[in-house]
């Protein structure tokens, strides 16, 4: 292994509901031209530019079949190693820093992208579901998640008021995030007139559908990370687990493979309390439910009690452990592209960069991500600066 | 340059057109147990893993979620890849670097294609065409390797006879090849006489569809002999994508297989192509893009390939060893082909391969990938370090 790994660029899209002035191709031209000005740095094949771009992007939601070519035609990434996950964005952040720590490369270009105006997510993520026993009944990634919302708040008590305490939080949070997409914050009373989306959750408490957008990194190792800018953020620690996809196989108001994947990181972090050592997270809450049973997963607090951690304040931008300061996925960010960007705005904290959303001295952060029905792959990344 | 890393296991189905007594997943069990029986390991001694399928060829979103409960990956860290046609080259290039870190013992790789479910996969944007420039031609693999053929014969001088020599040879290699798909007994008369598709594009230069799947299994150093007593070791890989550029398709400047040869042979010294590497299987789409393939691996000059077959110098037990499996003309599970090029040269290495070994001591193999209008992996294997 060759010491640690440094993001020394980020840069993101505005998130829109319809971003129909800018083909894929141009955002992705956007975020990655800015990540490069910042470093001043170019694709290059005698190792002393980037040497390699590592993307995260769905196939079904972008169209045409392999279109992170664009990283090719309009970025300047011909004839260049190019690789793609096929996974969230925290997972294609996993892979990179495994890139640098094997010495293969040691610059890679990291690109996330999403349009979901360009599709029906609902109907696309129901060919996620397994071909003979859950497509047959319907169920897509909106209808699993009503049945772990279901189970999770039946078995721990969470109250309506709880799961809408997440939501207005996350909303005001996001008037201080000028990338954010929803900027007008709501009431708990809005939140609980919401229309019901899959019993329990209402629309209210789901990420908003369609959103567009995309983000850049640049990751590098130690060495040159100190060279490129004064601010590097180190990755510290990053891990991923998968559980069953068949959600009667699961214990569904648990997060079993969440709990593997944050140890195995903070156990390469060093991170051993981490509601007492980290300085905030921006984990991936597709619904309110998710940011409580997620929190419990992270070990903020105990197993049950993400309802009493959002009752506690713990959690608000002044609190001990800042949850999602960004406003999160509930404000407006497309699958994808949201673990990334999770990412992307712990760095802009580390960095102390993150403007009105700023964490005081925020030193460790740790970023989140999930994909799959109910959270079934989870990616954890632990981060210094 | 991280740690040695050799592959001690590798798997692959009998690959058929149809396979309607299996789900993917039963289909991707089928490699990965072989893999694993190879290895004389189950599946408790593997630590990470790396997925693929070139999903628009399978019609699924994100399908390793329910694929891999079935191959027993729960509770493993892991993730998905995909880059059109060289999707198992980059799940092979990604298992290589993830296995270099050292962070893990044991890595298993897989990919897998079932088009027997698939509706029309190359029918939507040619594979990977540009929606804006390429994808407003007809453009599909069938019209795209026509162009190239044509421009091949142009340059030349090849005929029409030579294409079929190139056929047949192919024929000859996959029959003796247990697990490839089509094992015809062609001749010449056959190939030139067989349905046009485009010009100089008969039906039987283009490859299958195919349902099928590939798995290998990676160690650092360290953990090699525990497993067996016949590693293959990984010497380099290269992936270099260009991005689907029409016009540029017969520019020796803007070929990816060449450049990415380049890269490779200078690492490793290599001067001689044809002296150096004992074994050949390189991902030709079209038997007639073999020819211009064997040219931009080294093994021969610009547009003199024909003749070596004029010369009747190809083949199993003659002067080139080149793609003795039978290649992709026989078998074409797209996500997972690159991954069976990959098993099939481990095979070579160890003399395994039965009865399409090629004779006397392979020292070096090279396998490559193949995907969209010109993207390319190159992994070189060897006997020893």
Known sequence: MAGRVGIVAVAQTNFEERNSLQHTGEMMYDVTRD?????GLEFKDDGTGID???????????????AYMFLGYVVGAYMRQDERVIEDGTLATYYAMLQILSGHVDTVLLVAYNKESGCIKNELEWQGMDQLYHRRVGLDFVTAA????????????????????????????????????????????????????????????????????????????????????????????????????????????????????????????????????????????HYAYQELLWSEGLGFCGKGEGGKLIDSGKTAPSGEIPVNPSGGMLSGLPVCVAGMQRVVECVLQLRGEAGDRQVKGAKKAVAQGCDGPAGQLQCVIALEN | MGERIAIVGVGQTHHKSRRPDVTTAELCSEAVERALADANMQIKDIEHVIMGSFEPADGYHIPDKWIMPECGVV????????????????????????????????????????????????????????????????????????????????????????LAMVRVKQDQCAQRNEYAQLKLGLTLEKVMNDTLLAWPIRRLHMCPTTAGAAAFIVCPERAVSKWTNKPVWVEDWFTCHQGGGLTMAEDPS????????????????????????????????????????????????????FKLFEQDKVGIEKEIPFNPSGGVTATNPIGATPIVRLVEACLQVR???????????????????????GENVVMLLRKSL
């Open chain 2, 75 to 162: 509770g493993k860290s892991g993730f998905e890849m995909q880059n059109v046609g060289t999707t198992g080259g980059v799940v092979a290039a990604a298992g290589f670097t993830v296995a270099a870190t050292g962070l893990f013992d044991t890595l298993l790789c897989f990919a897998w294609q079932k088009m027997d479910e698939a509706a029309g996969a190359f029918g939507k944007g040619g594979g990977g065409a540009n929606e804006y420039w390429t994808g407003q031609f007809p453009m599909s693999p069938i019209t795209n390797f026509a162009r190239r053929a044509y421009a091949y014969m142009d340059r030349s001088g090849c005929t029409e006879e030579h």
């Open chain 1, 52 to 66: 390699m771009t590592t993307a995260a992007a769905y196939d079904s939601f972008s169209g045409p079949a392999g």
């Open chain 2, 254 to 305: 803007a070929s990816t297989l060449r450049h990415a040869c380049e890269v490779v042979y200078k690492r490793r010294g290599i001067t001689n192509p044809l002296k150096d590497i004992q074994a050949w299987e390189v991902y030709e789409p079209a038997s007639t893009a073999e020819l211009r393939w064997m040219e931009e691996v080294g093994i021969c000059d610009d547009y003199t390939a």
């Open chain 1, 35 to 39: 990540v490069m000005g910042q470093t």
């Open chain 2, 351 to 373: 003399g395994d391969a039965a009865d399409h070994q090629v004779p006397g001591t392979i020292n070096r193999a090279l396998a490559t990938a193949y995907g969209g209008q």
């Open chain 1, 146 to 285: 009503g049945l772990q919302a279901r189970s999770y708040i039946g078995k721990n008590g969470i109250t309506p008021e709880q799961l809408g305490k997440v939501v207005v939080k996350n909303r005001n949070n996001a008037k201080n995030n000028p990338f954010a997409m929803l900027k007008n914050g709501i009431t708990i009373d809005d939140v609980l007139k919401g229309a019901m989306l899959a019993d329990p959750i209402r629309i209210t408490e789901a990420k908003p559908v369609p959103v567009d957008g995309a983000v850049a990194m640049i990751m590098t190792t130690e060495e040159k990370a100190k060279k490129l800018t004064d601010k590097p953020v180190w990755v510290t620690g990053a891990s991923s687990c998968y559980d069953y996809n068949d959600l009667g196989q699961r214990d569904l108001a648990e997060c079993n493979s969440l709990v593997t994947a944050a140890q195995k990181a903070y156990k390469m972090a060093g991170i051993k309390d981490p509601l007492k050592e980290l300085d905030l997270a921006e984990i991936s809450e």
